[in-house]
């Protein structure tokens, strides 16, 4: 069972970035699933759900309208969509089964000013 976060990386401010979400080793058209984020010196933040089958999602209320949860089902893929990025999206970028069950590595955004 594995989840590897790709796409990340240095970003200016207002510019824009698609991270993935590779899952293997589970049948993850049966999983909703959920982007967290943790930012430097804090905890894990909720960003986005997306259920099963991709057609329900949700965001925290700081990135809604800016970014944009999907899923490939037939890749076994997950993404974010960010856009109009702010300094406040700096974070290590966690994919995970909204279970809870599994979580990738990370992948780091950086907004710079």
């Known amino acids: 069972v594995q989840l590897v976060e790709s796409g990340g990386g240095l970003v200016q401010v207002g510019g824009s970035l698609r991270l993935s979400c590779a899952a293997s080793g589970f049948t993850f058209c049966t999983y909703g699933m959920t982007w967290v984020r943790q930012a430097p010196g804090k905890g894990l933040e909720w960003v986005s759900n997306i259920n099963s089958r991709g057609s329900i999602t949700a965001y925290t209320a700081s990135v809604k309208g800016r970014f944009t949860v999907s899923r490939d089902n037939a890749k076994n893929m997950l993404y974010l969509q960010m856009n109009s990025l702010t300094p406040e999206d700096t974070a290590v970028y966690y994919c995970?089964?909204?279970?809870?069950?599994?979580r990738g590595q990370g992948t780091q955004v950086t907004v710079s000013s």
């Open positions: 995970r089964t909204t279970d809870g069950s599994t």
